[in-house]
């Protein structure tokens, strides 16, 4: 056999090897460092488990995972780029494309930028269907807590912003059934901005799913002394005689005084200053009277 040939032999046996080598390496999970050795197996899995970790991580209970297909669509993040730093790297780093090599102090800047470009489009994805099913299933598990109120009988509520730009408000949690706001019950909550849930989520949810209205409390505390309901009458008296505070003080800024006569001040005439008084402020207490006495 030729010379020639025979080494023609031997390259190619070699060149053979070292492709079912490679092969094997792939299967096994360590391509990634036979075609780049530069990157480690452990920088290889923080950078593809990036949106994994800040899911699971304590404090971002509240956020629910974005689909992958959503934050690739430049039209779903059209308007973000003006608000976040370094919005390419951290784009690539939600994406698992980050490749840059840097050091910690701008490793740690392109992480913060993430963070806040995932709550952005966080914002915008938990309006979609995909979204607001996702939010549905948290709500449902009670992961945002349950309202405060007695009786609301621990209703689940919902987080909210109380505006859409960052850095106004932190996050809020809204019950349905009293339809009242309420702060964050741990402390790693209370510090997410409200941008990230935005101002229309709550109430679109509801709009898609009906049947999760719930049925609105009219339960209301009633004060009593030793069992005993509280006097309507005595209610009646301290609204009439706030109100009547109020009016002299306005009548005293106008430069009006000494409209109203007390007892003994006058005869005929003061008793008819105090009917008309009482007429007027009769008037005023009507409604809160009858539905107090009801």
Aim: hydrophobic share 35%; net charge negative.
């Amino acid at each position: 056999m030729p010379q020639r040939v025979w080494a023609e032999l031997q390259l190619y046996a070699e060149e053979l090897t070292l492709l079912n080598m490679r092969d094997s390496m792939c299967t096994s999970g360590d391509a990634q460092e036979l075609s780049d050795p530069s990157v480690s197996s452990g920088e290889e899995d923080l950078i593809c488990d990036w949106t994994e970790e800040f899911i699971s991580s304590r404090g971002n209970e509240y956020f629910c995972e974005i689909d992958e297909d959503y934050l690739t669509d430049r039209f779903n993040l059209t308007g973000i780029n003006t608000e976040v730093q370094y919005y390419q790297y951290a784009l690539d780093l939600v994406t698992d494309v980050f490749d840059f090599d840097c050091d910690d102090e701008m490793r740690e800047a392109i992480e913060k930028s993430a963070r806040h470009l995932y709550g952005m489009v966080h914002a915008r994805y938990i309006t979609t269907t995909r979204g607001l099913a996702k939010m549905l299933d948290k709500y449902k598990k009670g992961d945002f807590g349950k309202c405060p109120r007695v009786d609301c009988k621990q209703e689940h509520l919902l987080p909210m912003g109380m505006s859409d730009i960052p850095n106004v408000q932190t996050v809020k949690l809204y019950c349905a059934k009293c339809e009242d706001l309420y702060n964050p019950k741990s402390s790693r909550h209370s510090t997410i901005d409200g941008a990230y849930f935005g101002t229309s989520f709550h109430n679109i949810i509801f709009q898609v799913y009906p049947a999760l209205v719930p049925d609105k409390s009219i339960r209301r505390h009633e004060p009593k002394i030793f069992g005993f309901k509280v006097h309507a009458a005595a209610a009646l008296q301290r609204y009439q005689e706030k109100k009547r505070e109020e009016i002299l003080g306005r009548l005293k800024d106008a430069g009006i005084e000494n409209v109203f006569t007390e007892d003994g001040d006058a005869a005929d005439g003061g008793e008819m200053d105090e009917d008309d008084e009482g007429e007027l402020m009769d008037g005023e207490g009507m409604d809160l009277g009858e539905d107090l006495a009801e």
